[in-house]
């Protein structure tokens, strides 16, 4: 399941613009677009443009400040969109829903105080 020697990840996909995506966010090292099948009123994946680094993990390990870049992202985008607040998930590992592996992170967040009383506003990732 490396990204190493593979077909590229749909991400790389994006990223190369060979697929439509909603693009929110851009910085020389990472790429934030809307998730195709949202899970909360608001739902960006945010996604290195280097698909060494298949999940979290790996990241931490190789690059730990790219992991915290990432993070400031997020917060960026939670800042625009959420009300500065937000959940931000990484599945690691195919049995814990993990589909693509090229690292990513989920922001998952409620536009509204209306929002976040709905019941299972932020799904269930
Ligand atoms: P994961 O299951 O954690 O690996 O997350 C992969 C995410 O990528 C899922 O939430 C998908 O809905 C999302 N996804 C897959 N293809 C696309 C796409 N073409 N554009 C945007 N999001 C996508």
Do not use: C, W
Not at 33 to 52: G, L
């Amino acid at each position: 399941m490396s990204s190493q020697g593979a077909e590229p990840s749909i991400f790389s996909r994006i990223i190369a613009r060979e697929i439509p995506a909603t693009i929110v966010a851009e910085t020389d090292r990472l790429i934030a677009f809307e998730d195709i099948a949202p899970q909360a009123p608001v739902h960006v994946v945010i996604t290195t443009k280097d698909p060494q680094y298949r999940n979290v993990v790996e990241l931490a390990a190789g690059d730990p400040g790219l992991l915290a870049e990432l993070v400031r992202v997020a917060q960026t985008i939670a800042d625009e969109r959420t009300m500065g607040q937000f959940r931000l998930v990484f599945n690691t590992g195919a049995a814990s829903g993990q589909t693509v592996f090229h690292v990513h992170a989920h922001v998952l967040g409620v536009v509204t105080v209306a929002d976040a009383l709905g019941e299972g506003s932020l799904g269930s990732l």
